[in-house]
C-alpha cells in the first residue's frame, strides 16, 4: 500500500510542470509573495531549462537595507550543477523602489559577460520593490529597460 501511494505521489508531480518563465510578469509573479514583506536586500538565481522551464530558485545572497555583495561564481554554481540552459537574475529593493542603481546595472551586464563565456544565458534581472499609481508595477525589469541585450 505505501509502495502504490508512492508511485501516486511521484506520478502526480510528474504531471504537474515547472511554470514557463517567458515574461518579466511570470517572473515577478513566482518572486513576489517571499520578498514583499523582506526588510533586506535578497538576490535570487532562478535556473531554467531550455524550455523556460523552472527548475529552481536559489538565494545566493542577504545583504543590507541597500546592497549586497554576491559574485559570477556564485550565481553559475547552481547553474552548471542543475545543468541549467538558462538563468534570471533578481533582487528586491527594501526601499519600494524598484529603480536600478547604478551598481545593478554594473552587475548586470558583467554577470551577462560571464554567463555568455559559460553559455548559459542571463535572460532579464528583475528588481522587485512595491507598485505605486506612477509606476504601475511592483517590479522592473533590466531587459526591458533596455540594459540587457544580445
Known sequence: KAAFSLAK????????????????EKLAALLREDNRLLEVEHFHVVLVNA?????????LARGTLDSLVTHSRDVFRPAI???ASAVFLAHN?????????????????DIV???????IDVL????LGRRT???????????ELGYIYE
Request: net charge positive.
Open 9 to 24: 505521489r511521484m506520478a502526480d508531480e510528474l504531471r504537474h510542470e515547472s511554470p514557463v518563465l517567458d515574461t518579466p
Open 51 to 59: 524550455k523556460r522551464r523552472l527548475i529552481r530558485v536559489e538565494t
Open 81 to 83: 550543477s542543475a545543468n
Open 93 to 109: 529593493h527594501p526601499s519600494g523602489d524598484p529603480t536600478p542603481s547604478e551598481a545593478d546595472i554594473r552587475f548586470t551586464r
Open 113 to 119: 559577460r560571464a554567463g555568455k563565456l559559460l553559455k
Open 124 to 127: 532579464d534581472h528583475i528588481i
Open 133 to 143: 499609481t506612477a509606476r504601475g508595477k511592483d517590479y522592473v525589469s533590466l531587459r
